[in-house]
């Protein structure tokens, strides 16, 4: 923030400049990502299935939202952590999962669970070097992911 005096002499007028707007938008973003990560921690001590629970989730989402669309980012750290959690619970399970059983099992709601495969989706990255496959109707498994492997190398694995 610049002070420069009014040409006037009678008041003093005060300009922002652009950097202190991106740190004023920035500090926001974080402030909203924290908020939500926040949410989430709640949620696992409330459990999902409590009135505090429930409000908590909603809180979560909408802040992870706007944190989202502020940051300019795709994905927040509890969007992360979340898909990462759905990628721990498959490799676990060791067996395609629907999207309920996936819910029930992590103690989330559908919403929730939904909103963390579509995160892998959106940014297959995540997952490297495994690939999230639909092999039904909101059924989901892993792979490898098709690039981290030449047809020789898979041949050779295979025999």
Do not use: C, K
Not at 83 to 89: E, G, H, I, N, Q
């Amino acid at each position: 923030m610049v002070r420069q005096p009014d040409p006037g002499g009678r008041r003093e007028r005060y300009v922002i400049d652009d950097d202190a707007w991106l740190r004023a938008w920035q500090a926001d973003t974080g402030a909203h990502a924290n908020i939500a990560t926040a949410a989430q921690r709640g949620i696992g001590i409330f459990g999902t299935e409590t009135t505090a629970g429930a409000r908590l989730g909603t809180m979560g989402r909408f802040f992870s939202r706007l944190s989202e669309q502020m940051s300019g980012s795709a994905l927040t750290e509890t969007a992360v952590y979340d898909a990462l959690t759905v990628l721990a619970a498959l490799v676990h399970a060791d067996r395609p999962l629907s999207l309920g059983i996936l819910a029930t099992a992590l103690d989330w709601p559908r919403d929730r669970a939904r909103a963390a495969l579509d995160a892998i989706q959106r940014q297959p990255d995540l997952a490297d070097p495994l690939a999230l496959r639909s092999i039904g109707p909101q059924t989901y498994t892993l792979t490898t992911r098709p690039d981290r492997l030449s047809p020789a190398q898979r041949e050779a694995l295979d025999q």
